[in-house]
C-alpha cells in the first residue's frame, strides 16, 4: 500500500490505509493513486479563544477571536503542520468562501 509522511511528522499509516480500504470497497482502487494525488488532507482541530490572564502569550494583532472564522494555526517548533504551502492553500479556499 502507499504510506504518506507529512514533512512535520505524523508518518502513521492508519488514514493512509484506511482511505486504501474505503478505495476497494467502493471498487474504485484502478483510481486510487490518481485520486489521492489530486487530493489534500486538513487536520481540523479548534483554536482557544486569548485568555485574558495570559494575553501576552500572543501577539496583539494575531490573537484569536471567539466566532471570527478559521484559524490557522503555525507554530516556528512545527508543533502544527501548518508550513507555507498548506497556509497559501488554506488562505486562498478562504477568499473563494
Known amino acids: ?3 504518506f509522511v507529512s514533512s512535520h511528522g505524523a508518518g502513521s499509516p492508519v488514514l493512509a490505509e484506511a482511505i486504501e480500504r474505503v478505495s476497494k470497497a467502493l471498487g474504485q482502487y484502478e483510481d486510487h493513486p490518481e485520486t489521492i494525488s489530486k487530493s489534500f488532507c486538513l487536520s481540523i482541530d479548534q483554536a482557544h479563544a486569548v485568555h485574558p490572564n495570559f494575553s501576552a502569550k500572543h501577539e496583539s494583532a494575531h490573537g484569536p477571536t471567539l466566532n471570527s472564522g478559521i484559524v490557522i494555526k503555525t507554530n516556528s517548533n512545527q508543533r502544527y ?5 498548506t497556509g497559501f492553500i488554506l488562505r486562498e479556499l478562504g477568499r473563494k468562501i
Open 81 to 85: 503542520t501548518t508550513n507555507s504551502m
Open 1 to 3: 500500500g502507499m504510506i
